[in-house]
């Protein structure tokens, strides 16, 4: 039976079977990487639970000074959700997006107070929950090819998992609403002059770069640098603790609206979502089937109603579905 103390020690990195993620520690650096470049490395519920895994164990290894997230190849730093996990196994029960996001705030949780200097070391797209690790690292450094964008508003949901908390604190008011509201990209350069970023280099010069700043960071007193790090986080934190719960009970209730459904089939389809329909629609009658339940309507009455009805709820008749 482990002692209490062996509870808290860290484990050679090689002796972690992740699936999703490479985890490595060399002198004084761990890095964590989402290695999921066929999907742009973004993260579904293992990939997750792996990196609050992986930082788990870097708070624990006091022979880590720095910790450096990034994502595999160049295409993608990280695009946030796996929206395809979200279509499977979220927008036909809604709840289970409940359990999805304790998994992402325990990760965010444990990044914020991993206690260490944390560098965001941007390969490529940073999108979505991609950009809200970026933003809960202490530093970026981004290649020259890197685009920034938030897309919640876009893709039916909302950014709430750090974009609405943070981006008003780093970038500004008016700038957080731009990227928020209009969701578009916004590049590398443009991300250095509103802060988002602190380097931009090129891609051939990002791992100098980042090694070149964690040894500028492992050269600093580390008690010192980590009571520095939890006075910063004040004001994450506070709007963080305020926000982060309801937005986990909205996002969860809103998982089975039509917006979500449209939002996923547009980005499964690569399709324009019809927004002038979407709009009319909302402007009529409510509804009564969520925009996730298949909908069909009645041969002889013309009534809507969903697929899994065996009769008519309006004139009685057989359907046949």
């Not at 990195?13 to 004084?28: G, N, T």
């Not at 389809?269 to 298949?294: H, M, W």
Request: glycine share 8%; aromatic share 8%.
């Amino acid at each position: 039976m482990l002692q209490t103390n062996e509870y808290l020690k860290s484990k050679p990195a090689e002796e972690f079977h992740f699936q999703r993620i490479l985890y490595s520690k060399k002198e004084y650096i761990a890095t964590i990487t989402i290695n999921r470049p066929e999907v742009l490395n973004c993260f579904d519920t293992i990939t997750l639970k792996e990196m609050a895994c992986a930082i788990e164990d870097t708070t624990w290894d006091d022979s880590i000074a720095v910790v450096v997230f990034t994502g595999a190849g160049d295409r993608a730093f990280c695009t946030g959700a796996d929206l395809r996990e979200q279509e499977d196994r979220i927008l036909h029960k809604p709840n289970e997006y409940y359990k999805w996001m304790y998994t992402f705030i325990e990760m965010h949780d444990r990044l914020r107070n991993i206690g260490k200097p944390t560098i965001a070391r941007l390969n490529g797209m940073t999108v979505g929950g991609g950009n809200e690790l970026n933003m809960a690292c202490d530093l970026s450094i981004a290649a020259e090819h890197v685009t920034i964008r938030q897309v919640g508003a876009a893709r039916g949901s909302v950014a709430a998992g750090g974009a609405t908390q943070f981006l008003p604190l780093i970038i500004g008011d008016k700038r957080a609403r731009e990227m928020l509201l209009l969701c578009e990209s916004i590049d590398a350069q443009t991300a250095l002059d509103w802060g988002l970023v602190n380097q931009v280099v090129p891609m051939s010069k990002l791992d100098q770069a980042v090694l070149e700043m964690a040894s500028k960071l492992y050269k600093k007193l580390p008690e010192c640098s980590r009571y520095t790090k939890q006075q910063l986080n004040f004001w994450r934190d506070l709007s963080w603790g305020l926000t982060v719960g309801h937005a986990r009970d909205w996002l969860t209730l809103h998982a089975g609206a039509k917006e979500t459904a449209d939002g996923l089939k547009s980005f499964k389809g690569k399709t324009d979502i019809n927004y002038e329909a979407l709009r009319c629609q909302a402007a009529g009658p409510a509804s009564v089937f969520s925009g996730a339940t298949e909908i069909i309507q009645c041969s002889n009455c013309n009534t809507k109603m969903a697929a899994s009805f065996a009769f008519c709820g309006s004139c009685g008749k057989k359907l046949s579905n």
